[in-house]
């Protein structure tokens, strides 16, 4: 009855994300616009090629690989919305049970690789209830932002960090970092932050058992961790030059020859310089008496 009870709270525990965000769209009564509603007629947009073809769908994600704003951030909720359609609350809960739990899910894992004096159960029911309890992590994909895919792949990367000594550990972060810029550009700070700050760590963690009057362990560890760092930012870099757009070439550059305007075609009769004929006026003395004019 007891382990009934435990898996009872564990599941409302996670049903209650989806079931505030239902409420939370169904009680608006707004005109969604601009950056509100922009990111879920990209998403129905995609939805709707992929009904078509799935050629058709993947040529959409290519494509936009060169716009301003890619459709990366959508790939991970095609699985719910191919099932529970367009609309805004299927869009809504999509992006909090895709993106917002996994992220609530990380930060307790990374509390309790941190807090490890602390009960493992004590310290992630903490951690939940924090994760659970910012507006940070509920307010930017209520309001339709898919911000939150970027902010799982920095605490993924983070926790990737903290967690077992693996080869493919740095490589990943890397990895991980970078992903976070390809779906949500303005994560590069994000990135950057906490790519130098495990840098620095590690660093740290490295040298401070060595003693510094002996070089030849000091020359080892500092190449090891020259290696960690240079997989760490070569996975990074090689999963952006790959998947971030690529300028167009350019025409100076190129091997096909360019045809140059040619000149506008030139006129064969020249104008002359003199001064146009004189207008005759309607009334002149000298010439026309004035009995002669006609009667008006």
Not at 44 to 57: D, V
Not at 168 to 197: D, E, M, N, T
Request: net charge positive; hydrophobic share 50%.
């Amino acid at each position: 009855m007891r382990v009934n009870q435990v898996l009872l709270k564990r599941y409302l525990f996670w049903l209650l994300p989806p079931t505030v965000a239902a409420i939370y769209v169904l009680s608006e009564t707004p005109l969604y616009w601009t950056d509100f509603v922009v990111y879920q007629h990209r998403t129905t947009e995609l939805i709707l090629a992929f009904q078509t073809s799935f050629s058709a769908g993947i040529e959409q994600i290519i494509n936009s690989l060169n716009a301003d704003y890619n459709l990366l951030y959508i790939i991970p909720l095609l699985p719910l919305l191919l099932v529970l359609g367009t609309g805004r609350l299927a869009y809504i809960i999509a992006l909090t049970v895709v993106y917002g739990l996994p992220f609530v899910g990380r930060i307790a894992l990374i509390t309790r690789l941190i807090c490890q004096d602390i009960k493992p159960k004590k310290s992630v029911q903490s951690a939940l209830a924090l994760g659970a309890l910012m507006p940070l992590t509920w307010i930017p994909l209520w309001r339709g932002f898919p911000d939150s895919v970027g902010m799982l792949c920095v605490v993924a990367a983070s926790g990737v960090y903290l967690g077992k000594r693996r080869c493919w550990r740095f490589a990943a972060i890397g990895g991980l970092l970078a992903l976070a810029v390809l779906f949500r550009r303005h994560f590069a700070y994000g990135g950057l932050a906490v790519g130098g700050a495990i840098a620095l760590v590690e660093l740290w963690d490295r040298l401070n058992p060595i003693a510094w009057d002996s070089p030849g362990q000091l020359s080892a560890v500092l190449g090891r961790y020259s290696r960690d760092m240079a997989m760490m930012v070569l996975a990074g870099l090689g999963l952006l030059w790959a998947v971030a757009p690529k300028p167009p070439p350019s025409p100076y550059n190129s091997s096909t020859p360019t045809v140059s305007p040619s000149p506008p075609p030139s006129h064969s009769r020249t104008l002359s310089a003199s001064p146009p004929p004189r207008m005759r006026p309607i009334c002149d003395s000298a010439l026309t008496p004035l009995t002669q004019l006609p009667s008006i």
